[in-house]
């Protein structure tokens, strides 16, 4: 009898608890509940089911990331509209991701490290969350519609980087080298969206100029040139964008030959010479990270 009950004390002691989440609030309710007993809203969507384990904190499960679903759909509302989604929308979700992050930063003294630097990521993702919104609402509503573009660009890639680090965690828990290549990850992040400025008179891009003082993000380069994105404002509605030879960059801005070590996806080939210009454009083009490519914006080159 002794030797049935121990067998059972160990079986519950290595199971996983199950709570039910609202929605909403992100506070737990009974499993069969029809409205939350903390925010009076009813349930009309499938709610969270989120497991906690008893045993071991070395390992960040399934459902330690799964607590952090409002951010993802907070990412979803943001990215996956042709508009600017309601600012109810936009509040509710900043509301269920301020309590996810708060429950967080309260366990986070007893998380591990993989657990730590998930965290981290998902702090810092809804931070690039934020500042999408940001630059999506100057992009449509103005007075800066081509800074907004601009750095819509910049945030994407960015955001679809930070998404990728935290897959890396989700899915090499078991492997121990997993914490230092995300940390190279970030490093060469840092790298790839770095911003410099013009300090000659002007800087030629294409048929386009930029001038002294304007900031910049390298999108890509290739044969001795690189793709560049304005992100100061213009009198465009789009941002000034194309081929800079690298021989201008070191001599024209605060670029001195660093080459960034996460490559994205160029634009387009290279001008083959440098007197090339393009006239006409169907588009200018742009990185969108849930689409992982380059889209045509309508800009005239």
Same mark, same amino acid.
């Given at each position: 009898?002794?030797? +049935?009950?121990?067998?059972?004390?160990?079986?519950?002691?290595?199971?996983?608890?199950?709570?039910?989440?609202?929605?909403?609030?992100?506070?737990?309710?009974?499993?069969?509940?029809?409205?939350?007993?903390?925010?009076?809203?009813?349930?009309?969507?499938?709610?969270?089911?989120?497991?906690?384990?008893?045993?071991?904190?070395?390992?960040?499960?399934?459902?330690?990331?799964?607590?952090?679903?409002?951010?993802?759909?907070?990412?979803?509302?943001?990215?996956?509209?042709?508009?600017?989604?309601?600012?109810?929308?936009?509040?509710?979700?900043?509301?269920?991701?301020?309590?996810?992050?708060?429950?967080?930063?309260?366990?986070?003294?007893?998380?591990?490290?993989?657990?730590?630097?998930?965290?981290?990521?998902?702090?810092?993702?809804?931070?690039?969350?934020?500042?999408?919104?940001?630059?999506?609402?100057?992009?449509?509503?103005?007075?800066?519609?081509?800074?907004?573009?601009?750095?819509?660009?910049?945030?994407?890639?960015?955001?679809?980087?930070?998404?990728?680090?935290?897959?890396?965690?989700?899915?090499?828990?078991?492997?121990?080298?997993?914490?230092?290549?995300?940390?190279?990850?970030?490093?060469?992040?840092?790298?790839?969206?770095?911003?410099?400025?013009?300090?000659?008179?002007?800087?030629?891009?294409?048929?386009?100029?930029?001038?002294?003082?304007?900031?910049? +993000?390298?999108?890509?380069?290739?044969?001795?040139?690189?793709?560049?994105?304005?992100?100061?404002?213009?009198?465009?509605?789009?941002?000034?964008?194309?081929?800079?030879?690298?021989?201008?960059?070191?001599?024209?801005?605060? +670029?001195?030959?660093?080459?960034?070590?996460?490559?994205?996806?160029?634009?387009?080939?290279?001008?083959?010479?440098?007197?090339?210009?393009?006239?006409?454009?169907?588009?200018? +083009?742009?990185?969108?990270?849930?689409?992982?490519?380059?889209?045509?914006?309508?800009?005239?080159?």
């Amino acid at each position: 009898m002794k030797k +049935w009950a121990l067998i059972l004390v160990l079986l519950f002691s290595v199971s996983p608890a199950w709570a039910i989440f609202c929605q909403y609030c992100g506070k737990s309710m009974a499993d069969d509940a029809k409205f939350c007993q903390h925010c009076g809203k009813g349930v009309t969507a499938p709610l969270i089911a989120i497991g906690t384990p008893t045993v071991a904190n070395n390992v960040a499960d399934d459902g330690f990331f799964k607590e952090y679903e409002p951010i993802t759909r907070y990412e979803m509302l943001l990215t996956s509209a042709n508009s600017l989604p309601a600012s109810a929308k936009i509040a509710e979700s900043r509301f269920l991701v301020s309590q996810v992050l708060a429950k967080k930063e309260k366990q986070f003294p007893s998380f591990s490290p993989l657990k730590a630097k998930a965290h981290a990521l998902f702090v810092r993702k809804n931070e690039i969350l934020d500042r999408y919104h940001e630059a999506l609402k100057c992009s449509i509503n103005g007075p800066s519609k081509a800074r907004g573009l601009a750095q819509k660009e910049v945030i994407s890639f960015n955001l679809a980087k930070t998404n990728e680090m935290i897959a890396e965690l989700k899915t090499g828990q078991d492997d121990p080298a997993v914490l230092t290549r995300v940390e190279r990850l970030e490093q060469e992040l840092r790298e790839a969206t770095r911003e410099y400025l013009v300090t000659s008179p002007f800087l030629r891009v294409d048929n386009s100029k930029m001038s002294k003082g304007q900031p910049f +993000w390298i999108a890509e380069t290739k044969n001795g040139w690189a793709q560049i994105i304005c992100l100061a404002d213009v009198k465009d509605s789009y941002p000034v964008a194309g081929w800079v030879t690298l021989y201008d960059l070191s001599i024209r801005t605060t +670029w001195k030959g660093e080459i960034p070590t996460v490559p994205v996806v160029v634009y387009h080939e290279p001008p083959v010479q440098s007197n090339v210009v393009i006239v006409e454009h169907d588009g200018w +083009w742009g990185y969108q990270h849930h689409h992982h490519g380059w889209y045509g914006r309508g800009h005239r080159w």
